[in-house]
């Protein structure tokens, strides 16, 4: 199973990014799939989750600026990024929780993909 994601950038702030993460691999259901990101000398942070029965969960400071979206078919997820602020620049990754069979589910990363916003 493998995450690939893409849509990082520079922007000005106020400007907007989407940012997309598809899963590819021996994929049986995909509960969860989200994104997080780490600022330098930090520990990553949740940004937003979505589960596969449409249960979103955001991180208070992206609130009613961020939306995360899923196309199940496609097995991807979505982060459109509204309003940037210079504070969102960071390494952004993509998250999911993944489950190659029935009984089994795994967690597994996205290789991250830089997110810079210029006042």
């Known amino acids: 199973v493998q995450l690939q994601a893409s849509g990082g950038g520079s922007v000005q702030a106020g400007e907007s990014l989407r940012l997309s993460c598809t899963a590819s691999?021996?994929?049986?259901?995909?509960?969860?799939m989200g994104w997080y990101r780490r600022f330098p000398g930090k520990e990553r942070e949740l940004v937003a989750t979505?589960?596969?029965?449409?249960?979103?969960n955001y991180q208070d400071s992206v609130k009613g600026r961020f939306t995360i979206s899923r196309d199940n078919a496609k097995k991807t997820v979505y982060l459109q990024m509204n309003s940037l602020e210079p504070e969102d620049s960071a390494v952004y990754f993509c998250?999911?929780?993944?489950?190659?069979?029935?009984?089994?589910?795994?967690?597994?990363w996205g290789k991250g993909t830089l997110v810079t916003v210029s006042s």
């Open positions: 998250y999911g929780a993944i489950r190659p069979s029935p009984n089994y589910e795994y967690d597994y």
């Open positions: 691999g021996y994929i049986f259901r995909i509960p969860t």
């Open positions: 979505l589960g596969d029965d449409g249960s979103a």
